[in-house]
C-alpha cells in the first residue's frame, strides 16, 4: 500500500514537474542557422567557434544544419573571409584529431557566405533555405538568426526576417540580439517596442555572456544542492558583505567610439554584474528548468533594490582615456570626456532577508589584474586568543570565481570553517590538488574547491540553449527594462560628475579604495594630488579629493572655473525644481572675475529669470563707482544676462547720501530684506573667496563677532583702502545649502599650507570659521594654489 502511494506520488511529481518546464521539446528536422554580421570580430572569435561545437555535439543526434554568414560585402568578397574564420577552428578537446578532421570538413561543407544587405537579399536568402528543403527532402525544425551587428541595426534586420525569412507556423524562429540593448530604460523601452512589431517575446533571445560563464550558470544549481546548509546562513544575520567584481588590466582603447557613449556602468555593471547579483540573491524557484518561474523571480528581487544615486557610486578614469578620446574621435585639445571607466558602486536590498547587507559592485578597466568573483563574506562568531592560524579564526567566505586571476580557473570555493559543500551538477568536480596561492586572502587549502570537468566557453554554453529554446540564461524584455529602471537614475545623476582619475595598474595605489559610511560610499583616500606629473597637463584635467576635512575639487584655472559653473548650474536647477528660485550670494575681489564671466558667456540654459543674486560683502563705496563689487558683478555678468531688475539685491551701503553710516542701519535693512525673501535666511548657495591674510567676504582677523551673535550683516573695518565695508558674517554663511570657497593662484599656496595644518576654527583665520551648519562646503583650488 506504502509502495503504491509512492509510486501515485511519484508520477504526480513528474506530471507536475512536465507541466512546469519550459524547455521546447524541438522537433528534429533541419535548423538553418544564419549569423548576421558572421564575418565580424565577435563571430571571428566567438560565435563560429560556438556554432561548430553545437555541430559536433549534435551530429548524428536528429538534427542536420545548414550554416550561413551574413554581411555587407559582396559574395567574391566575404566567401574567403568566412572560410578564413572556419579554417582556424579549434577541435572541441572531446574529439580524437581524426574525428574533429571529419567533423570540421563536414561543417566548413555545411557553410557559406551570403551577403545580406537589402530587403531582395533577405528574400533570396528564404528561397533558398525552401528550395534546399524541396530538393533534398527534409522536414524544416527551425531558423536561427544570430545578429552579430550594432544595435542599431536591430530594429531593421528584425523587419526584413519577419517580412521575408518567417518560416511557416510549425515551425521555429528565434533572433539572438548582443547588447547594448539601450543606453537608459527610456531608450531600452523604445527598442523593446520596435522589435515586438517584428518579433514574439518568445522568438527573442537577448544575450549576456556573462550569464553562459560556467559559474554564473550554475549559481542556482549551487545554491539548490545546498539548500539545507544555506539557508540558516544566507541572511543579514550572517552574512557581512557582498562583493561582486570586476577588474581589467586592458584600457578600451581601440573600442572608444562604442565606451565613450556607455562606459563602464552600462558596460558592465548594468548587465553581467547586475545578473550574477540576481542570480546569488533571488529566491530560488521551485524547479530550475522553469524559465517563467526563474524570470517572475528575478523580478521580484529587482524591484526589492533600494534606489542608488551619487552618494551611492564613485567614478573613476584612467589618465590616457581622454587623449585616446581626442584621437579616436577626432576631438579638439580642449574637449573633455566624463565617461567613467571605473564605477564603484554600494547597492542594498530592502527586504528582510537582506536589509542591511552592503553590496559592493564595482569594475574597472587598467587595474591591477584581471580577474572576477562575486565573494559572500560571512560574519564571524569566533573570538581567537591565540592560534590565530587556526582554520576557525580565519574569513568565511563562498567566492564564486569566474576566472584568471591567481586561480585561472573558474570555480566555486567555500572556506572550510563553513561546510563542506554538495557538487553543483554532475559536471562538475572537487578539485582535490591546490596549487601554491591565496584566493582572496586564503590559501586554496582552506577551501572546498569545485570546478568545471570540462571548461567550455560561454558561447558554447548558451547556443545549444537557444536550439532547444532553454529561455532562463537569456534577458527577457521585462528583465531588461526592470535592470534599466534600477540603473538609469543613477546614470542620470552621475551625468555631470567629474570621474576621480587613476595612472592605471599597479600605479593607482589606495586612489580606488571605497569606504563606506551608513548607505553612501566615497574614496577611501583624500591625497589625489600625488598622481600629477609636472608638466603632463594633457594628461588630466580635474580631480577630486578632500581638504579640512571638506570636499576639494582640483584643475587647472580654465578647467577648475568651468567644474564650478557647472556645479553652480546644477545647484541652480536643483534649487528651482524644489523652490522655485535661486538664492545666490556672490563676494567680491578678484577671486570670481574668471567665474562671472564664464556665467555670461558660456551657461545659456542658466535659471537667471528664477534666480534672485544677493552680495557676499562690499566695500563703502557708491555702487557706480570702479572699486564696488556691485558694480564688478554688473559689468561681468548682469549686462549680459536677462535677470529681473527685482531681483537684484545689492546691499545698502549708501543711505541718506552717505555711506556706511551705523545711524542708518544699513546692515538691519540688508537683514530685514533677506528674511523677506529667503526662507530661514538660508541662501541657495554662497560662493566666497580668501585674501592672502585668510579672510573671507570682509570679516577679517580684527573683526569682533560674539559666538552667540546672531546678526546676519555687520559693518566691519578693512586694514585695506578703502577701510569701510559691509559683510554678511559667519552666521549667515554657515546656514547656506552650499558654500563654495574658490582659491587660484600660486600666491596662495603659502596660505594653503597653512590652512592644511590647522585643525578646526583659527582666528588669525577667519576663513576657518566657515563651516555650514546643516549644508555642505566644497573647497575649489586651481593647481598653481596647490602645487605653487
Not at 4 to 27: P, V
Not at 152 to 174: G, H, M, Q
Not at 619 to 635: L, W, Y
Request: overall charge negative; some cysteine.
Amino acid at each position: 500500500m506504502l509502495r503504491m502511494r509512492w509510486e501515485l506520488l511519484l508520477l504526480a511529481i513528474i506530471y507536475w514537474q512536465r507541466g512546469h518546464t519550459d524547455i521546447s521539446e524541438s522537433k528534429q528536422g533541419h535548423v538553418s542557422v544564419v549569423i548576421v554580421g558572421g564575418t565580424g570580430d565577435l563571430a571571428r572569435k566567438y560565435l563560429w567557434q560556438g556554432f561548430f561545437q553545437l555541430y559536433a555535439d549534435q551530429v548524428g543526434k536528429g538534427h542536420t544544419f545548414s550554416f550561413y554568414a551574413g554581411a555587407l560585402s559582396p559574395d567574391d568578397k566575404g566567401t574567403p573571409m568566412l572560410f578564413g574564420i572556419l579554417k582556424e577552428l579549434a577541435c572541441p578537446p572531446e574529439l580524437s584529431a581524426e574525428r574533429c578532421a571529419l567533423v570540421k570538413e563536414q561543417f566548413l561543407h555545411l557553410s557559406q557566405y551570403r551577403q545580406l544587405k537589402t530587403l531582395e537579399d533577405y528574400e533570396k536568402l528564404n528561397q533558398h533555405i525552401k528550395q534546399q528543403m524541396e530538393q533534398e527532402g527534409m522536414v524544416e525544425a527551425g531558423r536561427l538568426f544570430y545578429l552579430s551587428v550594432p544595435a542599431f541595426t536591430y530594429a531593421d534586420i528584425a523587419e526584413k526576417i519577419n517580412s521575408t525569412c518567417r518560416p511557416a507556423a510549425d515551425v521555429w524562429l528565434r533572433v539572438v540580439l548582443e547588447k547594448p540593448f539601450g543606453h537608459d530604460f527610456n531608450s531600452a523601452q523604445f527598442l523593446a517596442k520596435q522589435l515586438s512589431g517584428s518579433l514574439k517575446e518568445e522568438e527573442m533571445y537577448r544575450i549576456d555572456h556573462y550569464l553562459g560563464k560556467q559559474v554564473v550558470s550554475k549559481v542556482l544549481s549551487f545554491r539548490k544542492e545546498n539548500k539545507k546548509l544555506l539557508d540558516p546562513i544566507w541572511n543579514k544575520h550572517h552574512i557581512e558583505r557582498i562583493e561582486i567584481v570586476l577588474k581589467e588590466t586592458l584600457d578600451a582603447k581601440g573600442r572608444i567610439q562604442f565606451y565613450d557613449q556607455y562606459g563602464v556602468i552600462r558596460d558592465v555593471l548594468q548587465n553581467h554584474l547586475t545578473e550574477v547579483m540576481t542570480l546569488m540573491l533571488m529566491n530560488l524557484p521551485a524547479n530550475l528548468s522553469n524559465s517563467e518561474e526563474i524570470l517572475q523571480n528575478k523580478l521580484r528581487f529587482l524591484a526589492s533594490l533600494q534606489e542608488v544615486d551619487k552618494s551611492n557610486a564613485v567614478v573613476g578614469q584612467y589618465q590616457a582615456y581622454n587623449g585616446e578620446v581626442q584621437e579616436e574621435l577626432n576631438k579638439t585639445k580642449d574637449y573633455v570626456s566624463l565617461t567613467p571607466t571605473f564605477a564603484g558602486v554600494l547597492i542594498h536590498v530592502k527586504n528582510p532577508q537582506y536589509d542591511g547587507i552592503p553590496i559592493f559592485m564595482t569594475s574597472g578597466k587598467a587595474l591591477d589584474e584581471r580577474v572576477s568573483y562575486a565573494r559572500v563574506t560571512f560574519k564571524s562568531d569566533t573570538f581567537c586568543v591565540q592560534d590565530l592560524d587556526n582554520i576557525q579564526c580565519k574569513a568565511k567566505q563562498i567566492v564564486f570565481y569566474l576566472g584568471h586571476g591567481n586561480l585561472q580557473y573558474p570555480a566555486i570555493l567555500v572556506s572550510k570553517n563553513l561546510f563542506k559543500p554538495n557538487l553543483a551538477g554532475s559536471d562538475w568536480k572537487e578539485v582535490t590538488e591546490y596549487k601554491d596561492v591565496n584566493v582572496l586572502g586564503l590559501p586554496l587549502s582552506d577551501y572546498y574547491i569545485q570546478s568545471p570537468v570540462m571548461p567550455r566557453d560561454p558561447y558554447c554554453e548558451l547556443i545549444p540553449q537557444i536550439l532547444i529554446g532553454r529561455k532562463d540564461s537569456f534577458i527577457s524584455t521585462e528583465g531588461l527594462l526592470a535592470s534599466w529602471a534600477f540603473w538609469t537614475p543613477l546614470l542620470d545623476s552621475l551625468a555631470r560628475v567629474f570621474p576621480r582619475l587613476y595612472p592605471g595598474g599597479g600605479a593607482n595605489g589606495n586612489l580606488l579604495n571605497l569606504q563606506v559610511r551608513g548607505h553612501h560610499v566615497s574614496f577611501s583616500h583624500e591625497a589625489v594630488v600625488n598622481i600629477i606629473n609636472a608638466g603632463a597637463e594633457e594628461n588630466f584635467q580635474v580631480m577630486q579629493g578632500k581638504f579640512r576635512s571638506s570636499d576639494m575639487v582640483s584643475a587647472w584655472t580654465e578647467e577648475l572655473v568651468e567644474r564650478l559653473a557647472s556645479d553652480l548650474l546644477l545647484a541652480a536647477e536643483e534649487a528651482v525644481r524644489e523652490d522655485g528660485q535661486f538664492h545666490l550670494a556672490l563676494s567680491g575681489g578678484s577671486s570670481p572675475v574668471a567665474l562671472l564671466r564664464t556665467l555670461a558667456l558660456n551657461l545659456y540654459t542658466f535659471p537667471w529669470h528664477n534666480t534672485h543674486i544677493w552680495q557676499v560683502d562690499e566695500r563703502c563705496v557708491p555702487h557706480t563707482g570702479s572699486g564696488s563689487n556691485f558694480r564688478s558683478v554688473h559689468d561681468l555678468l548682469l549686462q549680459h544676462i536677462h535677470i529681473p531688475y527685482f531681483n537684484l539685491h545689492p546691499m545698502p551701503v549708501q543711505l541718506n547720501q552717505r555711506l556706511c553710516v551705523e545711524e542708518d542701519g544699513g546692515p538691519k535693512l540688508y537683514e530685514q530684506e533677506m528674511k523677506q525673501f529667503i526662507n530661514a535666511s538660508s541662501f541657495h548657495y554662497v560662493l566666497l573667496g580668501v585674501g592672502h591674510d585668510g579672510h573671507t567676504a570682509s570679516l577679517f582677523e580684527d573683526t569682533k563677532l560674539d559666538v552667540d551673535d546672531e546678526r546676519l550683516v555687520i559693518l566691519t573695518e578693512s586694514p585695506v583702502k578703502p577701510h569701510q565695508r559691509m559683510s554678511l558674517t559667519f552666521t549667515a554663511i554657515n546656514r547656506a545649502r552650499r558654500v563654495s570657497v574658490l582659491i587660484m593662484g600660486k600666491g596662495k599656496h603659502e596660505l594653503l599650507t597653512q590652512l592644511s595644518r590647522i585643525k578646526g576654527e583659527s582666528t588669525k583665520y577667519p576663513i576657518t570659521k566657515v563651516q555650514p551648519k546643516n549644508g555642505t562646503l566644497v573647497w575649489y583650488i586651481d593647481y598653481d594654489a596647490l602645487l605653487g
